[in-house]
């Protein structure tokens, strides 16, 4: 084994094709549903808002898909990313796991979210569309995709949730400087933030209700598509450059995962992770530990009821079978903003219902510890996000402390806070709330699903 701390691969290296899983999940991905019509969703319904390469990339059964080389050729501004054994922390813990994070926050805007942005704005530039919507919750995915945008000479509309608009100007400034344009949802530009606005004024918004809100600007506008930062198919194929890496470094030092940890919002960095390993657990032939680590006040693949739901709040999109806490659901303001999303994304939901992953939960004042201990001992300041994967990391280090066993502990770390100080000042000054899982707002949410039948 080697003794080495920084596992880095050459350029040349990057994979060239993306991990497609969908012919090889345990049991087939039940089909996402229109919302008028109950029926499965047609190609030609995703035609308003999408281009046809990812609504292809969305349903195909081929098992790789060739990466663009012009979209190989930005990866290379930060890609392959290092592979770095936690030697610092494993001595403070006295574990004698090997631990190891894959870090994905050396990207310009500092998480795994561009592996998809870049793709997804070079396949609607290449379909002749100029401008795209979206939404963000911590402002992540906003500033993942105006920089992509700005890569390819493109306009970028976000709408970013208001609680976050008001709490992390740094996040909006930095989409400003990548030239995209940004709102603080719910909006009175949309239908569906006005009818919210009308309810309550002061809304502070959801993850939800800004897809609403950048959907129909996309759908009500020719000239202009939406692009989705988590939950769908061709997201989690995009990340699976991740996991595909982390494969090749740890064959370059002849070691193999024992464990697989990561957070969990809508999935993507979790599935960009794991999938490239799934295949060879399903088959038996690789015994291998999956972990998703999500917030106890938002707590879908724990909590969640295996349905037919929207993907968002004014139930304008498809419906998909996952797991869900409602539509409706409005999680208490953590700060880990990028993980309070209702739902999750069906091919994560589809490997949590075979088994083939299990799901964990936390509250906020462990994970922030986690944080401390991660950025005294290695270095960086994780994001609130990719904090909830180190907690869940370090408490499987610990648990080999006490039975002795040398397991291998691979995390996704998603991305640094540099962004998120604030939330580290509250956590510090011991004024953060360990929300439990708010049990009433999301009964009172899941009255609301949709009557569709669950696994078609
Ligand atoms: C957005 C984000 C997440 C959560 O989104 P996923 O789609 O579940 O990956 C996690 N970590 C960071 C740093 C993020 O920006």
């Known amino acids: 084994m080697s003794d080495s701390y920084k596992i880095v691969l050459d350029e040349k290296e990057l994979p060239k094709a993306w991990y497609n899983v969908l012919p090889d999940l345990p049991e087939p991905l039940a089909p996402p549903l229109n919302p008028q019509t109950g029926q499965p969703v047609s190609p030609d319904d995703l035609k308003p808002i999408f281009p046809d390469e990812l609504i292809m990339q969305e349903v195909s059964q081929d098992r790789w898909i060739e990466i663009p080389s012009e979209v190989l050729d930005i990866y290379k501004l930060w890609r392959p990313t290092p592979l770095i054994r936690a030697r610092r922390l494993e001595k403070a813990l006295g574990t004698p796991a090997r631990m190891y994070y894959k870090n994905e926050g050396v990207s310009p805007p500092g998480s795994h979210k561009p592996n998809t942005a870049v793709a997804q704005a070079y396949y609607n530039k290449k379909a002749g569309v100029n401008k795209l919507t979206t939404e963000t919750g911590a402002g992540q995915w906003g500033s993942a995709l105006s920089f992509a945008c700005s890569l390819f000479d493109m306009h970028c509309t976000v709408y ?18 990548w030239g995209g344009e940004v709102y603080p949802s719910p909006t009175d530009r ?8 009308e309810k309550n004024p002061d809304s502070m918004g959801s993850l939800g209700i800004a897809i609403s809100e950048a959907v129909e ?4 506008h020719e000239d202009t598509n939406y692009a989705l930062g988590s939950v769908l198919n061709h997201v989690l194929l995009h990340q699976t450059v991740i996991g595909l890496e982390t494969k090749r470094q740890l064959e370059l030092v002849e070691d193999k995962a024992d464990v697989i940890v990561g957070c969990v919002g809508g999935g993507s960095n979790f599935g960009g992770m794991i999938l490239p390993f799934v295949k060879d657990k399903i088959d038996g032939k690789h015994d291998i530990d999956i972990i998703a680590i999500e917030p106890k006040s938002c707590p879908t693949l724990t909590k969640g009821l295996y349905q037919y739901d929207y993907g968002d709040t004014a139930g304008m999109t498809p419906l998909m079978l996952m797991y869900t806490l409602g539509h409706t659901f409005e999680p208490p303001g953590i700060h880990a903003g ?8 069906p091919i994560l939901c589809n490997l949590v219902k075979n088994g083939v992953v299990s799901p964990k939960a936390y509250t906020q004042n462990p994970v922030f510890e986690a944080a401390v201990l991660f950025a005294r001992t290695e270095g960086i300041v994780p994001a609130p996000e990719t904090s909830h994967a180190l907690r869940g990391w370090i408490d499987e280090a610990l648990k080999c402390k006490e039975t002795g066993e040398e397991k291998a502990i691979v995390c996704c770390f998603s991305g640094h806070g540099h962004f998120d100080l604030a939330a580290y000042d509250d956590y510090l000054e011991g004024r953060l709330e360990d929300y439990e899982y708010p049990e009433d707002k ?4 899941l009255k609301d699903l949709p009557k569709f039948p669950t696994g078609l």
């Open 442 to 445: 999301i009964a009172e949410a």
């Open 217 to 220: 600007d996309a759908a009500t």
């Open 160 to 177: 970013m949730v208001k609680v976050s608009y008001n709490q992390k100007p740094y996040r909006r400034i930095l989409m400003h400087i």
């Open 190 to 197: 949309t239908n569906a933030g006005r009818a919210i606005l």
């Open 338 to 345: 990028g993980l309070r999303y209702h739902g999750d994304a």
